[in-house]
T-cell receptor, first 108, second 114 residues
Framework: GQSLEQPSEVTAVEGAIVQINCTYQ??????LSWYQQHDGGAPTFLSY????GLEETGRFSSFLSRSDSYGYLLLQELQMKDSASYFC?????????FGTGTRLLVSP | SQTIHQWPATLVQPVGSPLSLECTVE??????LYWYRQAAGRGLQLLFY??????ISSEVPQNLSASRPQDRQFILSSKKLLLSDSGFYLC?????????????FGQGTRLTVV
């Protein structure tokens, strides 16, 4: 089976940098994705890492270490609108399995 | 990009009643399709996934079933709802296999079983 662990909640202030970690156990690993979900809404795709290293997309970056079964999402220059839940997800063969989710609270 | 149509947005059903949630996909062909359930403030639990017409894989034994009668149609059903079936149901397309890196979600159905 698959399991993904994330911290349940992270708090930060506007303009700060925050890192959300994800550790996973899975077979048939293809890559690690990150999704954002605002309250009451659907998840939206942020980034995907298939290989080790850092992927940067604007204020968001995502990192993967396949040997450590570990990844993180880095959010820079935090804005109030970044308050949301963030999920890592593992592609395993034909499945897409999500982590437990991290609620990010950004304060002024 | 893909568009996922999912309806209804909200649904209140009595215990023991049947359920049918439909999801249709535009903008792609032969997608991987998924049904997830999300309890309030929790993660997304994978319920079913499908790699093609008539091909359904169940992840969690439960009171629900899924069907894929057409390439871009995915249906979640129950013959008799339980209180524990309440939750936010999300249909998603894509994200499976090496080539698809992004999953697209419908807007979800919030089901309350009373």
């Amino acid at each position: 089976g698959q399991s993904l662990e994330q911290p349940s909640e992270v708090t930060a202030v506007e303009g700060a940098i925050v890192q959300i970690n994800c550790t996973y156990q899975t077979s048939g690993f293809y890559g690690l994705s990150w999704y954002q979900q605002h309250d009451g809404g659907a998840p939206t795709f942020l980034s995907y890492n298939a290989l080790d290293g850092l992927e940067e997309t604007g204020r968001f970056s995502s990192f993967l270490s396949r040997s450590d079964s570990y990844g993180y999402l880095l959010l820079q220059e935090l804005q109030m609108k970044d308050s949301a839940s963030y999920f890592c997800a593992v592609k395993s063969f034909q499945k897409l399995v999500f982590g437990t989710g991290t609620r990010l609270l950004v304060s002024p | 990009s893909q568009t996922i149509h999912q309806w209804p947005a909200t649904l209140v059903q009595p215990v023991g009643s049947p359920l049918s949630l439909e999801c249709t996909v535009e903008g792609t062909s032969n997608p991987n399709l998924y049904w997830y359930r999300q309890a309030a403030g929790r993660g997304l639990q994978l319920l079913f996934y499908s790699v093609g017409i008539g091909q359904i894989s169940s992840e969690v034994p439960q009171n629900l079933s899924a069907s894929r009668p057409q390439d871009r149609q995915f249906i979640l059903s129950s013959k008799k709802l339980l209180l524990s079936d309440s939750g936010f149901y999300l249909c998603a397309s894509g994200g499976g296999g090496h080539m698809n890196t992004e999953a697209f979600f419908g807007q979800g159905t919030r089901l309350t079983v009373v």
